[in-house]
């Protein structure tokens, strides 16, 4: 058996028995918050519970470091629409210690996408059409200053509005323990 095929099977056991019950919520958020955090696997319920969030509370969008790194990526797209659309009121960007994109290099990932079959020459292909992969799958040395990138390239966004408030935090995967590194509320927050 796949692990597909037992997805399906347990899913459709979670369907019978109405497991999703206690999940049914509306699509806004009732604590008019997005968050924007890490992918990693220690983060999936802890970012929540360590902010006293249960499911319903808040829009979560997760990608690699919690990275806003194009102004009109997905990213970008996905937090105005959860102020636009889905009554987010704030803005919470939070990465997290021991983030794998820390120190992240591009010959990493290039050595490791040619082990599994990429050829060199797309990578070079890529490289010559003038984008930037080398910039693209290289990762921060400084979560804290990572997690003000975002905050500013959020805050700063032409399409966000002034007055939502965008804060950043760091959250430690170990212990769930908070650090805030952009109060968001301070309009003299230095980004």
Known sequence: MTLLSDILSFNETFVE?????????TKFPDKRIV????????????????????????????N????VSHPFGSIMRSLLVAVYQLQADEVLIVGHHDCGMGSLSSDVIFEAMRERGIQQETINTLRQAGLDVDKWLSGFNSVEES??????????????IDSIPVHGLVIDPATGKLDLVVDGYKKEAAL
């Open 147 to 160: 997690v003000i990138h975002s905050v500013k390239m959020v805050k700063d966004h032409p399409l966000m």
């Open 17 to 25: 028995t109405k497991e999703f019950e206690k999940f049914k919520t």
């Open 64 to 67: 690699a470091g919690a990275i």
């Open 35 to 62: 968050i924007l955090t890490c992918m990693d696997t220690r983060l999936v319920e802890l970012v929540t519970e360590a902010m006293n969030f249960k499911n319903g509370d808040v829009k979560i969008v997760r």
